[in-house]
């Protein structure tokens, strides 16, 4: 099956630092999504995005479809940022809109 | 805005028991997922479900059942729990695109 990886694993950054999380997938793309797991556990998203770029105020998303890569971009970075950032993916080759998730970027945003 | 909400955010269940994790959606979705999250496992795939009673494994399905009754609902069922399903448990629905996730249920089995 569709392999997805991201990069770094962990990041720690000061408050209103800048930072690129990366991801990687192995296989064509149906559908890309980013998604931020907060403290409690809840996953909210924040971007569908199977091409193109996307920008949400301080967060934009680039992915390349035909690079099997994703950037999220984080700007002006705040400690509410802090949390679990996953790519999620869904290959061509499957049925039924499974999407398959990478390992995450843990951040930690300090004041 | 779509809503995914799972019954509880918290629960603790005794080794053997039979366990209901439910999940409703309120957006019309077709299909809707049920997924474990263990540290350094990440998200793994249990079951999912693309219509009414219509149901198909993911990828780790074993000692785990699923209903889907009505088209909002979606239930994961642990036949008899074991401390090996102590986990997160997060529900999501989806549509064509987006999905959405539920709050998650932290699941501890003692």
């Known amino acids: 099956g569709i392999q997805v990886e991201q990069s770094p694993p962990d990041l720690i950054l000061q408050e209103g630092a800048n930072s690129t999380l990366r991801c990687n997938f192995s296989d064509s793309v149906n559908n890309l999504q980013w998604f931020h797991q907060n403290p409690w556990g809840q996953l909210i998203n924040l971007f569908y995005?199977?091409?193109g770029t996307k920008q949400n105020g301080r967060l934009s998303a680039t992915t390349v479809a035909t690079e099997r890569y994703s950037l999220l971009y984080i700007s002006s970075s705040q400690t509410t940022d802090s949390g679990v950032y996953f790519c999620a993916v869904e290959d061509v080759y499957t049925g039924f809109q499974k999407l398959v998730f990478g390992t995450g970027t843990r951040l930690l945003v300090s004041p | 805005d779509v809503k995914v909400t799972q019954s509880s955010r918290y629960l603790v269940k005794r080794t053997g028991e039979k366990v209901f994790l439910e999940c409703v959606q309120d957006m019309d979705h077709e299909n809707m997922f049920w997924y474990r999250q263990d540290p350094g496992l990440g998200l793994r795939l249990i079951y999912f479900s693309y219509d009414v009673k219509m149901k198909e494994k993911g990828d780790i399905p074993e000692g785990y059942s699923v209903s889907r009754e009505k088209k909002e609902r979606f239930s994961l069922i642990l036949e008899s729990a074991s401390t090996n399903q102590t986990s997160m448990y997060l529900c999501?629905?989806?549509?064509?695109?987006?999905?959405?996730f539920g709050q998650g249920t932290r699941l501890t089995v003692v």
């Open positions: 999501a629905s989806r549509l064509r695109t987006e999905a959405f």
């Open positions: 995005i199977p091409s």
